[in-house]
């Protein structure tokens, strides 16, 4: 098995000194960083705009991983793209033209990203897997950090892995949402090869956070 990337989501970092943590989960090993925009129409939550992303972005050189919970999300691609975003990721559900969006945020030169909530099947990536970079599939109901990870996401990631690497392509599989050291061990047995994780990564302030990204990679 590989070693997953870590991609920490600042959802549980603190808001209040958002520029510091971004730097130091980033030196505590980040590979990249993850930030949840939420719109409070798409998702029962409000988070943050493009504004936050072009400040935070001198504070790391890593990949910003930028999950959009957005509707229309057509209007926004190009404020993330210009902000910073490396990946934009994108719900089928928040845009009628998924393959079109898709098309979007490639032609701003980003990876692009498709995420699944969980009761939305793999098949959803029928006709659009080989046009992406990167699958997401969250293990909670989008909108709040904390959560409880729903362990029939195990079964989505295993179909998806499986059908990545039958076709030989070179997509990311993603997970997001309850992530701790034992679920990161069984989404990557699942064949997960990123995870995304607020709680874990972000408890006990600065000084624990390369503790909890080695973790959650099962390192030591
Ligand atoms: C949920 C977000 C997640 C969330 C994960 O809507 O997309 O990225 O912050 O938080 P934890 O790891 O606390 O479940
Ligand atoms: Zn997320």
Do not use: C
């Amino acid at each position: 098995m590989d070693r997953p990337l870590i991609s920490p989501s600042i959802l549980s970092a603190d808001f209040a000194r958002l520029g510091e943590d971004v730097r130091a989960i980033d030196e505590a090993g980040a590979d990249w960083i993850h930030v949840d925009v939420m719109d409070g129409h798409f998702v029962p939550n409000i988070t943050i705009g493009p504004g936050v992303v072009k400040a935070l972005r001198p504070h790391s050189q890593k990949p910003f991983d930028v999950h959009l919970m957005i509707s229309p999300i057509d209007l926004f691609l190009d404020a993330f793209a210009e902000a910073g975003a490396d990946i934009i990721t994108v719900h089928p559900e928040a845009g009628p033209h998924l393959h079109r969006t898709i098309q979007r945020i490639k032609g701003l030169g980003k990876k692009a990203g498709v995420s699944l909530n969980p009761a939305t099947p793999a098949k959803m990536l029928d006709y659009v897997l080989d046009e992406i970079d990167l699958v997401l599939v969250m293990s909670v109901n989008p909108g709040f950090g904390g959560q409880k990870f729903i362990a029939s996401q195990l079964r989505k990631i295993e179909a998806i892995a499986n059908r990545v690497s039958k076709e030989g392509l070179e997509v990311q599989v993603e997970v997001d949402g309850g992530i701790d050291p034992e679920t990161a061990r069984q989404a990557v047995a699942a064949g997960a090869t990123v995870l995304v994780a607020g709680t874990a990564a972000f408890k006990g302030g600065p000084s624990h956070y390369q503790a909890n990204i080695q973790a959650l990679r099962g390192d030591g």
